[in-house]
């Protein structure tokens, strides 16, 4: 299994601003994903992020309000720029096993929009 | 494509008694089916996941899952609840083989009363 950090493990933030967050892997993966979880809902995938190129981002997520950065295969951040309160959320940062039949997940960053 | 039903967003159960959750699932190819829980202010953590072979999987934490094919089901269970079973429970669906992405349920709260 992987082990996987975040940080911050979460940040109150005004809006307007932007927070970048980082995730680290204790081993070298070639997909990392990036998910939001709003408050008592599910997990819905805002993109995939492959080391070398631009992340694949899902309908309804765009780069200029979460670009994502990807430099080498244990490391990667994503950005929430310009937020609003609709942005308050938990993100998490998740990565495949080597079969691709598993992903596992960090510990989320919780982030509130005031 | 994928698609994943949970049946309930809340179960409350008592201690010792049998926890069922229910999940039901589409896909377009043989699917990969997985259950993960979340306990309060932390990631997700994956409790069983069925790819290929024997349909009935054992997890951790004493619950188990059935993959049956013709009913599109993948139910979760535990035949004694403990309270430290209370948690949300995602189901999640994939497509086996490569280029599909996890597509998760919507969650199930598990109470469990003294």
């Known amino acids: 299994s992987a082990v996987i950090s975040q940080k911050p493990s979460r940040d109150i933030c005004q809006r307007g601003t932007s927070l970048t967050i980082q995730c680290q892997v204790d081993?070298?993966?070639?997909?990392m994903f990036w998910y939001r979880q709003q408050p008592g809902q599910s997990l819905t995938l805002i993109a995939t992020a492959n080391q070398g190129s631009e992340a694949t981002y899902e309908s309804g997520f765009v780069i200029d309000k979460f670009p994502i950065s990807r430099p080498n295969l244990t490391f990667s951040t994503l950005t929430v720029s310009n937020m609003s309160p609709e942005d308050s959320s938990i993100y998490l940062c998740?990565?495949?096993?080597?079969?691709?039949?598993?992903?596992?997940f960090g510990p989320g960053t919780r982030l509130t929009v005031t | 494509a994928q698609s994943v039903t949970q049946l309930g967003s809340h179960v409350s159960v008592s201690e010792g008694a049998l926890v069922l959750l229910r999940c039901n699932y589409s896909s377009s190819v043989p699917p990969y089916l997985f259950w993960y829980v979340q306990y309060p202010n932390q990631g997700l953590q994956l409790l069983l996941k069925?790819?290929?072979?024997?349909?009935l999987v054992k997890g951790i934490n004493g619950f188990e899952a059935e993959f049956k094919k013709s009913e599109t089901s993948f139910h979760l269970t535990k035949p004694s609840a403990h309270m430290s079973d209370a948690a949300e429970y995602f189901c999640a669906v994939r497509g086996s083989g490569g280029g599909f992405k996890t597509i998760f349920g919507a969650g199930t709260r598990l109470f469990v009363k003294a």
């Open positions: 998740s990565v495949e096993n080597r079969g691709r039949d598993e992903q596992y």
């Open positions: 069925y790819t290929t072979g024997a349909t």
């Open positions: 081993s070298q993966v070639t997909m």
